[in-house]
């Protein structure tokens, strides 16, 4: 006899690990199927965004987190940029992510990924209704409109089983068994480049970088190099570094001499012992949609792209803290199919944008610019170029993912989700809510509910009221915040605002709705 579960999700990388603990904390009945009993020791999707934190403290692990930094608490998780090489006189280290870092609950932070990790699977493993299998894999399934059946196997053949589920999210990753099963296509920008991933110790490295400013990563910028980076990120302060540069196609472990490329990089001599060479393909790949039926895909499994500017790992933990809820709000009744659709509706097209245009198109801006501009050919012309690249951070700023054209947000008319956007502590429709403090002295984001939250004047109590009245008729869970005049809410601009379990607003206004029924409806789906 199969056995049975509410969700079962396939692959237990960050990702599938992170949908098991939203799942879990909701009290929902997941199954959690992974290949790998031990973690991979490769410093991989280290840079976390402040959105990304903000996860794992509504996980109740951003403590636990922290703790596991490698990195010295406070060390500046910015970079340089240099020409050609890191001893090049022209360089610049603007500041990054942390610019946006007021418009969050938390700030960004870096930590190899593996230790990452190792807090998400202990805090999954920690709740009983979260079932993890490692060493299975997943090689089959079918659906149909009462569920799912998935035919897991064990990674050395001794052992096969029959699962069901309401629902599959298939995690598992870029060659995912899952997206294949449903017949999802991917598509996107592919620069033909083979790149090297090689994971290194070198003193010397450290020592001898001790010109530039103290960073977490450098970019070398090779004019040759079509756009492609010369990367050295640090995984310590001292001695641990990966590297990620184009080499040609063809290359092996054993017919290139990769020392001599990272000391090209750097500028210098240096002596380093490798501990992984790997190789990856510089192309981005977007699934052409996230759900077929009762079938989710989520993380590498939708889209894939070159590490650059750390947009995988984060967008794959923001695909699953806004499925989960809906998930959750689907098996607990007050969700609908629409609102389940909606997942695929507001993620697709942020990572179609995030790939072509913050990815793809900075590596084809980088190529045209030095394409123009060389101290070679024109000096002055190439020196204030270069003071333009090293003053902007459009790159940053303008990275705001929204959900706009959301059919269950009441976002502008006219509006469409999009990863371009501006940051502001105005509350808005189909935006991230920024953190404010509350005439308590508290921030909203500490007493925010699991489900929706209104938050309200006390001049709106007649309103707040209704609002609860209507969320109690249709079993919509909803958490009201009264709040006074004072603090620093007034930033938000409204009177009125609702706020998803994934702390995007809903809806935001000055005057009550004429139906706060209509509102929460739409809210959930119907």
């Not at 990702?15 to 959690?32: K, T």
């Not at 230790?115 to 699977?121: A, I, S, T, Y």
């Not at 569920?147 to 001794?158: F, H, K, L, S, Y």
């Not at 508290?442 to 209704?466: H, P, R």
């Amino acid at each position: 006899m199969a056995s049975k579960h509410q969700v079962v999700i396939v692959g237990g990388g960050p990702v599938g690990v992170g949908l098991a603990v939203e799942l879990g904390l909701r009290g929902i009945s997941c199954l959690l199927v992974e290949r790998r009993a031990d973690l991979h020791q490769i410093p991989k999707g280290q840079n976390l965004t402040a959105r990304t934190i903000e996860h794992f403290y509504f996980w109740g692990i951003v403590d636990e987190l922290k703790a596991a930094r490698v990195m010295p608490e406070g060390f500046p998780a910015s970079g340089v940029t240099a020409y050609k090489n890191l001893c090049s006189e022209y360089w610049y280290a603007p500041k990054m992510r942390e610019i946006v870092n007021p418009y969050y609950f938390q700030s960004n932070d870096r930590l190899p990924q593996y230790q990452m990790e190792k807090v998400l699977r202990a805090k999954a493993e920690s709740l009983p209704n979260v079932e993890i299998k490692y060493g299975w894999k997943a090689e089959s399934l079918e659906q149909d409109d009462r569920g799912v059946r998935v035919t897991i196997q064990q990674e050395d053949g001794a052992g096969s089983e029959i699962v069901e589920a309401d629902y599959v999210v298939g995690c598992d990753g870029a060659h995912s068994t899952v997206r294949e099963q449903i017949g999802i296509e991917r598509k996107g920008s592919d620069f033909e480049q083979v790149m090297v991933l090689a994971v290194f110790r070198s003193k010397q490295l450290h020592e001898g970088l001790s010109h530039l400013p103290e960073r977490s990563t450098y970019r070398a910028m090779d004019p040759d190099l079509n756009g492609y980076w010369k990367f050295f990120g640090r995984i310590d302060v001292g001695e641990g570094w990966f590297f990620h540069a184009p080499v040609p196609a063809g290359t092996t472990r054993e017919n290139y001499d990769f020392l001599g490329l990272i000391q090209e990089a750097a500028g210098f001599e240096f002596e380093a012992e490798f501990d992984h060479l790997g190789f990856w393909d510089l192309r981005v790949s977007v699934a052409e949609t996230y759900q077929v039926g009762r079938v989710f895909i989520a993380g590498d499994a939708a889209h894939t792209h070159p590490p650059y500017g750390g947009f995988g790992l984060n967008n794959g933990l923001e695909d699953i803290r806004n499925l989960g809820w809906k998930l959750a709000a689907k098996l607990e009744g007050w969700g609908s199919d629409a609102l389940l659709q909606s997942y695929s509706e507001e993620r697709h097209p942020i990572f179609v944008e995030t790939g072509e245009d913050f990815i793809a198109g900075r590596i084809n801006e980088d190529a045209a610019f030095f394409k123009r501009y060389s101290p070679e050919k024109n000096l002055p012309e190439f020196e204030k170029a270069w003071d333009g690249l090293a003053s902007s951070s459009s790159w940053v700023t303008s990275y705001e993912p929204n959900y706009e054209g959301s059919s269950v947000m009441f976002g502008p008319k006219g509006g469409v989700s999009s990863a371009h956007g501006t940051h502001s502590f105005t509350a808005r429709a189909g935006h991230h809510l920024a953190p404010q403090p509350l005439s308590s002295g508290n921030n909203i984001f500490e007493e925010l509910g699991a489900g929706y939250t209104l938050l309200a004047l006390d001049s709106e109590e007649q309103t707040a009221k209704a609002f609860e009245a209507a969320a109690k008729a249709l079993a919509i869970p909803l958490n009201v915040i009264r709040d006074s005049k004072g603090g620093g809410r007034e930033e938000y601009g409204k009177s009125l605002i609702l706020i998803r379990p994934d702390q995007f607003v809903v809806w935001a206004a000055d005057a009550p709705p004429k139906d706060p029924s209509a509102v929460l409806a739409k809210a959930a789906g119907g």
